[in-house]
């Protein structure tokens, strides 16, 4: 059975930073692209981030271009979200979640097949 789990998240002051992981289970990691989205109080899904499964295309929201680094380490099976320079508007539940193919519409929450439960970040003194 195929899970995702999301950690890393916290209550963190205005410009700092945060690395979240998602540790994966029950399937053949290697072969998938994982993305990183995030949802705010009253607000859509939106893609933040996403790489493929080699590790060696990423993609990111232009609102985190430059702020955020996606990685991964397939022989943990993990993906990882360094946040730097944390702003308040960046407080939301972060999810990984998982897709066959890497694509340009990566960040798109509604080709994503399998979620995580979240972790919250909180951006705040």
């Known amino acids: 059975q195929l899970h995702l789990v999301e950690s890393g998240g916290g209550l963190v002051q205005p410009g700092g930073s945060l690395r979240l992981s998602c540790a994966a289970s029950?399937?053949?990691?290697?072969?998938?692209?994982i993305g990183w989205f995030r949802q705010a109080p009253g607000k859509e899904r939106e893609g933040v981030s996403c790489?493929?499964?080699?590790?060696?295309?990423?993609s990111y929201a232009p609102s985190v271009r430059g702020q955020f680094t996606i990685s991964r380490e397939n022989a943990k099976n993990t993906v990882y979200l360094q946040m730097d320079s944390l702003k308040p508007e960046d407080t939301a539940v972060y999810y990984c979640?998982?897709?066959?193919?890497?694509?340009?519409?990566?960040?798109?929450?509604?080709?994503?097949?399998?979620w995580g439960k979240g972790t919250l970040v909180t951006v705040s003194s």
């Open positions: 790489i493929n499964s080699s590790g060696g295309a990423t």
């Open positions: 979640a998982a897709r066959p193919s890497y694509s340009s519409t990566c960040l798109d929450p509604r080709g994503m097949d399998y």
């Open positions: 029950g399937f053949t990691f290697g072969y998938y692209a």
